[in-house]
């Protein structure tokens, strides 16, 4: 079993920055992929970013991409999601995920996530 806990959440002003972070406990493998994905009242979940293990490899959303990046601390399976030049179309929950294996072709899509964070609201004002 593995364990997600997120936190960072919070209500921020446009052009705001925030730092979310996932801290991954219990059984965890030498090779896998954390997640972030957010999920905004009645839309789809959709994938934002992803860092791979052991390699450090990111991927983005295009709407993510140049404003946010993720980072990953190695000693304490923790990932980070530092947000940057926040819009208001960023309101959304927002959940960290674990995969234990994902090829590249598919780190967006969240039926290959195995464990998931209880999210965390990220409201950006306009």
């Known amino acids: 079993q593995v364990q997600l806990v997120e936190s960072g959440g919070g209500l921020v002003q446009a052009g705001g920055s925030l730092r979310l972070s996932c801290a991954a406990s219990g059984r965890t493998f030498r090779s896998f992929t954390m997640g972030w994905f957010r999920q905004a009242p009645g839309k789809e979940r959709e994938f934002v970013a992803a860092?791979?293990?052991?390699?450090?490899?990111?991927y983005y959303a295009d709407s993510v991409k140049g404003r946010f990046t993720t980072s990953r601390d190695n000693a304490k399976n923790t990932v980070y999601l530092q947000m940057n030049s926040l819009k208001p179309e960023d309101t959304a929950v927002y959940y960290c995920a674990i995969a234990s294996s994902v090829s590249v072709q598919r780190v967006g899509v969240a039926n290959e996530y195995d464990y998931w964070g209880q999210g965390t609201q990220v409201t950006v004002s306009s």
């Open positions: 860092i791979g293990w052991p390699g450090g490899n990111t």
